[in-house]
């Protein structure tokens, strides 16, 4: 085996698959204010537009035939493009299944567990990681009804008891169907505090890196006033850990989140305040089970 095979099979794959409408795209941009940085560590981030089409094309072969052991190559190859690195980062939220069968069986994402193999199945020799935001499904399944035209409500939501969804089934799938991989989640909700987190562990960098782009969440749901002061505080502390900066970001979000960004309309056909809180209540319950699942390392 020559030496480039050799580095090609050492590159982890670090695949972000969604929650469709949870940080949309703001991973890929907030990385690439920092992707020079991040290549001198051995840290690739790619625009999906880049290769989704080869990629997809791959996938689709996968299903219906053999790929070869030539072809993934070739991909793995245009990925990288002849760089020196030991991970690259995928991302796009249709990993997961497309929108129009979010709820196909009665159930989140029920081919999760066979998409996500599929992306496992095209880099069989390299270490693969997959990572999931989730978010609460009463106030996601709006978002994601509304982002598809092929269905009706009737028939998006058809069979489904909305009360019995379980984002923790989508992770023992994942699980089953990609065993050895590493699997890390978080909730939407509590992204804008602990983005700089996220951010350290899909890079693999942990908190080893300062991100140029860790308050770009936050800056989307605070006042401008509040934003200046929270960059400006920051600026002033370098010496803050970053367990401490969380805190902080906390702290501001608290005291200057802007109520118009962060009030959520929910107006779906037959629903009621009652199913969207009990919706909740289970989606609570849901992460707390998760956060102790086995093999799933939970940010919070």
Known sequence: MSQAETDKRDVTLAFHVGAPNTDNGQLVWSLRKDAQALLDRGVMIRRPGTYMRSLSQLLQKQNQDFVTGQEREALLARLIKHQAVSRIILTNSSFLGVP?????????YRNAGKNTAGLRGLFPDNPCEFFLGLRDPATLIGPVFKSQSGKTWSQFASGVDFLDLRWSEVIEDIKIRNPGCRITVWCNEETPVIWPSILG?????KDGFRFSGELDITKGIVSEAGYERLETYLA??????????ERVRALFLDYFHDEDQIEEEIDLPGWTQDLVDGMSQTYLADTELIRHMPGVTFLS
């Open 100 to 108: 129009g069968w979010m709820l196909s069986g009665g159930r989140l």
């Open 201 to 205: 562990h899909v890079t693999g960098l």
């Open 236 to 245: 002033s502390r370098p010496g803050l850990t970053e367990e401490q900066r």
